[in-house]
């Protein structure tokens, strides 16, 4: 049985170890206000995301879902805990860059927008500055969508 919740403390190593194994990038973690999700199978920690604040705007970053555990709904299930949550604290939209899962966000209504039109104080996350190489695609899922998730 899986479950979807906050991180605890506790597992922040785990959730690192995650994120570095799927080849994400850990530039910035955990450096500026973010809810950092997992899912759960009994004490393992088998997938997470993160929903970096950064001004009025969420950035999510790091969705991760351990291999053994793709196509599941994992990811889907993360994601979406994620957008409850800039919903919740009423952020105006969600940005993110991906190399690899572009479709995947295509489908969940994220729409690909340029590099440089994001808002200033995404553009200044190490995630958009400095993580992501140009090759990955800048994306928003715009509020309207996160009031209707
Ligand atoms: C992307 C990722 C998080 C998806 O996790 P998952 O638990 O397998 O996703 P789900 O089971 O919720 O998949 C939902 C749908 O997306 C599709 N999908 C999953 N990963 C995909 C990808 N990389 N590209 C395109 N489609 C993808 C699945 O086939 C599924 O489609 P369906 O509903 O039509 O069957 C996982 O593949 C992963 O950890 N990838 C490596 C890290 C990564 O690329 N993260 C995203 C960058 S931030």
Redesign the pocket.
């Given at each position: 049985m899986i479950a979807i919740e906050s991180a605890r403390p506790s597992d922040l190593p785990a959730v690192r170890d995650l994120i570095e194994s799927?080849?994400?990038p850990l530039d910035g973690f955990g450096e500026v206000p973010t809810e950092v999700f997992v899912a759960r199978e009994g004490e393992s920690v088998v997938?997470t995301a993160s929903l970096e604040t950064h001004g009025g705007d969420g950035l999510?970053?790091?969705?991760?879902?351990d291999e053994l555990?793709?196509?599941?709904?994992?990811?889907?299930?993360l994601v979406r805990a994620a957008e409850v949550q800039a919903h919740r604290i009423g952020l105006a939209a969600v940005y993110?860059l991906?190399d690899?899962?572009?479709?995947?966000f295509a489908?969940r209504g994220y729409l690909v927008i340029d590099r440089d039109a994001g808002p200033v104080p995404i553009m200044a996350s190490i995630e958009w500055s400095v993580a992501c190489g140009e090759t990955a695609i800048p994306m928003m899922l715009p509020a309207a969508a996160i009031a209707n998730s």
């Amino acid at each position: 049985m899986i479950a979807i919740e906050s991180a605890r403390p506790s597992d922040l190593p785990a959730v690192r170890d995650l994120i570095e194994s799927v080849g994400l990038p850990l530039d910035g973690f955990g450096e500026v206000p973010t809810e950092v999700f997992v899912a759960r199978e009994g004490e393992s920690v088998v997938g997470t995301a993160s929903l970096e604040t950064h001004g009025g705007d969420g950035l999510l970053r790091s969705v991760a879902v351990d291999e053994l555990w793709r196509g599941d709904g994992i990811g889907d299930a993360l994601v979406r805990a994620a957008e409850v949550q800039a919903h919740r604290i009423g952020l105006a939209a969600v940005y993110l860059l991906t190399d690899t899962a572009g479709e995947f966000f295509a489908g969940r209504g994220y729409l690909v927008i340029d590099r440089d039109a994001g808002p200033v104080p995404i553009m200044a996350s190490i995630e958009w500055s400095v993580a992501c190489g140009e090759t990955a695609i800048p994306m928003m899922l715009p509020a309207a969508a996160i009031a209707n998730s």
